[in-house]
């Protein structure tokens, strides 16, 4: 799996669009409940912020990603984990060689959505714990607002995938995970308000991270322009008293057993 979109932009990522992530992090473990001296897989590490989490729970990290750079950042923000460059849907380990997995936000990003649970699925230990989450279908203003800046800017909003938001709602991912052969132990929306500077916040599409920011570089200066400008007016709804965007998010979240 190669994902162009983060080529190259590693650190543009972990400095904005990694931090909505984050709050998916802590519901994710503390409903998995990793134990002192499990071996946690995190795949999809990015730069880094789960194996971080799992290591101060006591676990044996290994972090994967198909990006180079981004195992840069990971090793810097979790020294104790073991960090191998791969991919879904065909991970280097061993069957039933590991206790937890943990997926923030990254079947929404394999081509293979299917496969890539199998293997998930194959790695787990008999009785091993696996927790997802994917952005929901449901409009939040998180995800809204980019949109709303295509559309007013007179730019063509990109189509969703619809296998990406078929996944999007507690039963869709609950569905994927039982069709790998999981037992699901629980599926829900997990609501959380992100704090963030608008500089800061405008700064992905600019530095061209995930797809939004594809869309930016794809355009002429006059296009650029008016995405800024778009943004600029939009994004003061967001505002509130500390100058800072409040934008209200929300994630899919699912735990599964092996049998």
Same mark, same amino acid.
């Given at each position: 799996?190669?994902l162009r ?5 590693a ?7 990694a ?5 998916a992090?802590d519901?994710l473990?503390d ?11 995190d795949v ?7 194996a971080?989490a799992? /290591?101060a729970?006591?676990? #044996?990290? !290994? ?9 840069? =950042?990971?090793r810097? +923000? ?5 960090l191998v460059r ?5 991970l280097p380990f061993a069957d ?10 990254v079947?929404?990003?394999?081509p293979e959505v299917?496969?890539s649970?199998?293997?998930l ?9 696996l927790?997802a989450s994917?952005?929901?279908t449901?409009?939040t203003p998180?995800?809204t607002?980019?949109?709303?800046v295509?559309?007013?800017?007179g730019i063509t909003?990109?189509a969703r ?5 078929a996944l999007?709602?507690p039963?869709g991912l609950a ?6 052969? /999981?037992q699901v132990n629980? #599926?829900? !929306? ?9 500089? =800061?916040?405008w700064? +992905?599409?600019?530095r ?10 794809a355009?002429?200066?006059a296009?650029r ?9 939009l ?6 008293a500390?100058?800072l965007?409040?934008?209200h998010?929300?994630a899919?979240?699912?735990t599964?057993?092996?049998?």
């Amino acid at each position: 799996m190669t994902l162009r979109k983060w080529d190259g932009r590693a650190n543009a990522y972990a400095q904005t669009f990694a931090g909505q992530c984050a709050h998916a992090i802590d519901p994710l473990l503390d409903a998995l409940d990793p134990r002192a001296g499990e071996t946690l897989l995190d795949v999809g590490t990015g730069a880094g912020p789960v194996a971080a989490a799992a /290591l101060a729970r006591g676990c #044996a990290v !290994v972090a994967v990603d198909p990006e180079s750079d981004m195992l840069d =950042l990971a090793r810097l +923000a979790a020294p104790g984990a073991t960090l191998v460059r791969a991919a879904l849907p065909c991970l280097p380990f061993a069957d039933a060689s590991v206790d937890v997995v943990v997926g923030n936000f990254v079947l929404n990003h394999v081509p293979e959505v299917a496969a890539s649970v199998v293997e998930l699925q194959r790695v787990l230990r008999p009785g091993g714990r696996l927790g997802a989450s994917v952005w929901p279908t449901g409009a939040t203003p998180l995800r809204t607002l980019w949109d709303d800046v295509l559309a007013d800017a007179g730019i063509t909003v990109p189509a969703r995938n619809p296998a990406v938001d078929a996944l999007g709602t507690p039963e869709g991912l609950a569905a994927l995970l039982t069709s790998s052969g /999981l037992q699901v132990n629980d #599926a829900w !929306v997990h609501g959380f308000e992100h704090v963030v500077d608008a500089e =800061l916040w405008w700064s +992905a599409p600019a530095r061209g991270v995930a797809g939004i920011g594809q869309t930016y570089l794809a355009q002429d200066e006059a296009g650029r322009a008016a995405m800024r400008a778009s943004y600029d007016r939009l994004s003061q709804h967001n505002r509130g008293a500390d100058g800072l965007l409040h934008l209200h998010g929300a994630a899919v979240l699912a735990t599964a057993t092996r049998p």
